[in-house]
Nanobody
Framework: QVQLVESGGGSVQPGESLRLSCVAS????????MNWYRQAPGKKRELVAT????????NYADSVKGRFIISRDNAKSTVYLQMNSLQPDDTAVYYC?????????????WGQGTQVTVSS
């Protein structure tokens, strides 16, 4: 059974940093790319960052480029999102995601989300 469990959210002031973690289980973590999404109140869920299975390639939304860093530790089946210079617009629930083959079907899996609040 695929599970994604996020942690590390919290309340911070503008300019501060947080590191989110997502521990995966139930699939061969090292063979799948991983993603971080976020959803702010009243807005659609948006893709924040992606990383390939080896960690050799990453991509970021323009809104976080230069401030956020996605990384992974395949030995720990964990993906991270280092968030620096946080701004109020970064306030959202952050979700870990992967698309995993289940037989012949590629399925989307999501964690439960972790709240990040940036406010002075």
């Amino acid at each position: 059974q695929v599970q994604l469990v996020e942690s590390g959210g919290g309340s911070v002031q503008p300019g501060e940093s947080l590191r989110l973690s997502c521990v995966a289980s139930g699939f061969t973590f090292s063979t799948y790319g991983m993603n971080w999404y976020r959803q702010a109140p009243g807005k659609k869920r948006e893709l924040v960052a992606t990383i390939t299975n080896t960690g050799g390639s990453t991509n970021y939304a323009d809104s976080v480029k230069g401030r956020f860093i996605i990384s992974r530790d395949n030995a720990k089946s964990t993906v991270y999102l280092q968030m620096n210079s946080l701004q109020p617009d970064d306030t959202a629930v952050y979700y870990c995601n992967s698309k995993v083959w289940q037989g012949l079907t590629l399925r989307d899996y999501w964690g439960q989300g972790t709240q990040v609040t940036v406010s002075s």
